[in-house]
């Protein structure tokens, strides 16, 4: 654990499709990268803040080990701890936008603590921008064989000196812990590699947006913790809302859009205060740059509303040793999901700026 003052464990999921690579240009058109979708983003509805446009990083490609270095001294200046890399390994050594993650492990630029989020899933659906359920990757599960694969192809990031750990262990986060049909052989398995190969073990994180239906069934898989997302928890509390915007959504061909100020006082419960369960920041969030009229805009994201959402956050990690006072953001850089750190040409730093506030602010 860094030891940089300050009093939250902030680790920013970090997205690596920022450069071209064979099978987007296949997919979509030559070239294509997140920009591709933040570019052409519209506005939908009036007051619709479309499109949004980065502003000290520019348009990067993260190909660029000068780019990699900036976002690092970026997060670092405001208190991050350090990145988590979604990691994407389809199964029989299949991955793909690993080349960014694998410059900064083997170049050991930039000087900044990691740590890796396997995103176990097909690429398929709405989620991934598409107008139909078809598939772009399946993602497999093949067995014993890849499990150990994978293993040590993750050997070396655990194995160097900025990977981040929880009690001596590197984190390692499953994206879907029920997606697989041998989560707990997997656990099982790299506990057991990872002592064969010198380490004190791996701290296992699963993620869910149902704690209370999937918290026993995760950790009886072996999870260390949870890591719960609550991104739609405000339609269990603002239903009359969640009406109106639906209907919007049907009768004026509207997205589906919620007001950040009243959806934000929902992405934290006490549950989060339990030692081993993880907080999730959410800063803002707007999908229609990928899924258009169909997409989630939580409208008006100002700076003063996330403030009072750490507020939240600050409430349930406050009396967890501070090893464990861990919030994942969601996210440093996802641009096409209107969900980001990085700064724009509309609010500048001011999300980093409240964040900074709160990560050296609570007692």
């Known amino acids: 654990m860094t030891n940089n003052g300050a009093k939250i464990r902030a680790l920013a999921f970090y997205l690596p499709q920022f450069h071209p690579i064979p099978e987007n240009d296949r997919w979509w058109s030559k070239g294509f990268t997140e920009w591709t979708n933040v570019g052409k983003a519209k506005p939908l509805f009036r007051n619709h803040y479309q499109p949004k446009v980065p502003a000290d990083l520019g348009y990067y490609d993260l190909r660029v080990e000068e780019t990699r270095i900036a976002q690092a001294e970026l997060a ?6 350090g990145f988590c890399y979604w990691h ?36 398929r659906g709405f989620f991934h921008g598409l107008k139909s359920n ?54 099982d398995t790299w506990r057991d590699l990872a002592q064969k190969n010198g380490l004190k073990g791996i701290f296992f994180v699963g993620q869910t947006y149902d704690l209370a239906l999937e918290r026993e069934k995760i950790y009886n898989m072996g999870f ?4 719960v997302v609550r991104l739609y928890n405000f339609e269990n509390h603002i239903q009359s809302d969640v ?47 990928r899924t258009g009229r169909r ?24 009396d967890k ?19 980001y750190l990085e700064p724009d040409l509309r609010y ?8 900074k506030k709160h990560i050296y602010g609570l007692e």
Not at 89 to 118: H, I, M, T, Y
Not at 157 to 181: E, N, Q, S
Not at 321 to 328: C, D, G, N, Q
Not at 348 to 355: D, I, V
Request: glycine share 6%; aromatic share 16%; charged share 25%.
């Open 348 to 355: 500048g730093t001011r999300y980093l700026e409240t964040l």
């Open 88 to 123: 994407y390994w389809f199964g029989n050594g299949r991955q793909l936008l690993e080349r960014p993650f694998n410059e900064v492990l083997a170049s050991g630029k930039p000087d900044f603590p990691f740590c890796l989020a396997w995103a176990n899933e097909s690429w």
């Open 76 to 81: 670092r200046q405001y208190g991050i701890e």
């Open 295 to 318: 997409g989630l805009v939580l409208n008006n994201a100002e700076p003063e509303y996330f403030d009072l959402h750490l507020c939240d956050v600050d409430n349930v990690l406050r």
């Open 243 to 289: 009406r109106m915007a639906r209907w919007k959504q049907k009768i004026f061909k509207r997205p589906y859009v919620v007001e950040y100020k009243k959806a934000c006082r929902f992405f934290v419960t006490d549950e989060e205060k339990e030692l081993n369960v993880i907080p999730t920041i959410i800063p803002n969030w707007d999908h229609t740059p």
């Open 321 to 339: 040793p501070l090893e464990h006072r861990i919030a994942f953001i969601k996210s440093w850089n996802e641009w096409a999901e209107g969900n």
């Open 224 to 227: 260390d913790a949870i890591s």
């Open 134 to 187: 078809d598939t772009l990757i399946d993602q497999l599960y093949p067995g014993q064989a890849d499990i150990e694969a994978h293993f040590y192809e993750v050997l070396p990031a655990f194995t160097d000196k900025r990977y981040i750990c929880v009690d001596g262990k590197p984190l390692f986060m499953i994206y879907h812990p029920f997606d697989g049909p041998d989560t707990k052989q997997l656990i």
